[in-house]
């Protein structure tokens, strides 16, 4: 074991006196060494190295009133669109040392309570559709600690990232509509969250007056899709276009409708949201929107160290981009595929 100056086991105190510096110093320097000058620096890392220090989180929380610590609040973990944005999140916050703190919602019948207590343990809160808090309780947390909003509705008073939805999807509409297609349907249910209620409104724009189908109500889960494909085939349902709000209901209506024998593109076309990897490996090919989820993550955590380090609290909302992705399942055609084997030339 590292021993200090007395022959016990170094602390931040220990490090503090070897430096030359307060413990508050000590404390900048582990958490926030751009805040401190290089030479100041250098004094508090040799005291470290000397004595083999090993800073305590703990220690550290107390010392600073800090938990190094970010809550995510996050509807679940099934399917790629929230891992993705867990996994961005969780390494632009580790790149700095903190942890990130997950609460799952869905299922929850104490949201509130269980939300109260995670904030006594964390620096800075993140929820990702906050639909399911009010107004009145989500200015009670914005009081207590940083707050932002992944996904979710801008103009709630505090600062928001999200992804562009409705351009892209009425972009899409209008690709699907130029194939010839005019009985499209939007699968999906739009009150479910601002990004998908977004998605819709695009969807209702590209036809520019066309008259609409109601949207074909889901989750946003592979069985729905398949229930959808199946509820499609049973009742016999006019429609030649189906725009879905993410790509897990689109590729399982894929494959559901090619076991039912409906051919797609052929018969009806089937696009989706997110490209996921599997989007380009299913046949056909799915055309989809491709949206920077990892980076979304990262750009939410990012912000909020910046917040928990004292940067001002504003209610700016941040837009990123989308991408239309075309593929297959649009009707478009294949693209020629290269010759592995190519013939010499005589």
């Not at 060494?33 to 004595?51: C, F, G, M």
């Not at 220090?53 to 610590?69: C, D, M, Q, T, W």
């Not at 309570?113 to 906050?130: K, P, S």
């Amino acid at each position: 074991m590292a021993t200090g100056l007395d022959g016990e086991r170094p602390t931040v105190y220990t490090v503090a006196k070897r430096a030359g510096v307060s413990v508050a110093t000590v404390s900048r320097v582990l958490q926030e060494p751009h805040l401190v000058r290089e030479s100041t620096q250098a004094k508090v890392q040799n005291a470290i190295t000397d004595l083999g220090y090993v800073p305590h989180g703990g220690a550290r929380s107390l010392a600073s009133r800090r938990h190094e610590a970010h809550g995510l609040v996050l509807p679940e973990l099934s399917g790629p669109y929230y891992s993705d944005l867990l996994t961005g999140y969780e390494s632009a916050a580790a790149e700095v040392g903190h942890s990130v703190v997950v609460l799952l919602t869905r299922g929850k019948q104490d949201l509130a309570a269980r939300i109260r207590r995670l904030v006594g343990n964390i620096d800075g809160l993140v929820v990702v559709g906050e639909e399911e808090m009010g107004p009145h309780e989500l200015d009670g947390l914005r009081r207590q600690v940083p707050l932002l909003s992944l996904s979710g509705a801008r103009g709630q008073g505090h600062e928001s990232f999200t992804t562009e939805s409705r351009s892209s999807a009425e972009e899409l509409t209008r690709h699907l509509l130029s194939h010839g297609r005019r009985r499209l349907a939007f699968v999906g249910t739009p009150t479910q969250g601002a990004d998908i209620r977004d998605r819709y409104e695009g969807f209702l724009a590209g036809h520019d007056g066309l008259e609409v189908a109601a949207p074909i109500a889901a989750e946003l889960r592979e069985r729905d899709g398949r229930r959808v494909a199946e509820d499609i085939v049973t009742r016999r349902l006019d429609l030649d276009a189906l725009v879905c709000a993410n790509d897990e209901l689109a590729l399982a209506l894929i494959d559901r409708l090619s076991s039912l024998g409906v051919k797609v593109p052929d018969d009806i076309a089937v696009v989706g949201w997110d490209d996921v990897m599997s989007a380009r490996y299913i046949r056909p090919p799915l055309t989809t929107v491709a949206q920077p989820v990892r980076e979304l993550g990262a750009a939410a955590a990012t912000r909020m160290r910046e917040l928990i380090a004292g940067s001002p609290a504003t209610d700016v909302g941040h837009t990123l981009p989308t991408t239309l992705v075309i593929r297959e399942s649009c009707g478009c055609p294949a693209p020629p595929t290269p010759d592995r084997f190519p013939q010499p030339k005589e």
